[in-house]
């Protein structure tokens, strides 16, 4: 089994930061390309970044130069630094992995969510 436990969500008045985490753990061999979604109530759920395994980056129009991806391969996990938050950044994060586990299964993953509350 692999397991995605993310951390670092809450409350932050606008203009705040947070810093989100996830880590990979159990049977997760190679990572490929990891990730962050978020679902705002009644809403699809989204794109926010994307960090491929060449460290290529990817970023949905409205959060470009406000939140950065990174990861950390030796720790197999993924950061993602949200800055001058707004309220409509507000959310439950997920985490997404797509990778392979040691016995040769390559596969999606997902984390359960963290929630992000921007408000005054």
């Known amino acids: 089994q692999v397991q995605l436990v993310e951390s670092g969500g809450g409350s932050v008045h606008p203009g705040g930061s947070l810093r989100l985490s996830c880590a990979a753990s159990?049977?997760?061999?190679?990572?490929?390309?990891m990730a962050w979604y978020r679902q705002a109530p009644g809403k699809e759920r989204e794109l926010v970044a994307r960090?491929?395994?060449?460290?290529?980056?990817n970023y949905s129009d409205s959060v470009k130069g406000r939140f950065t991806i990174s990861r950390d391969n030796a720790k197999n996990t993924v950061y993602l630094q949200m800055n001058s938050l707004k309220p409509e950044d507000t959310a439950v994060y997920y985490c997404?992995?797509?990778?392979?586990?040691?016995?040769?299964?390559?596969?999606?993953?997902w984390g359960r969510g963290t929630q992000v509350t921007v408000s005054s």
């Open positions: 960090i491929h395994s060449s460290d290529s980056t």
């Open positions: 159990g049977s997760i061999g190679s990572i490929y390309v």
């Open positions: 997404y992995v797509d990778g392979r586990t040691i016995w040769g299964r390559r596969d999606d993953y």
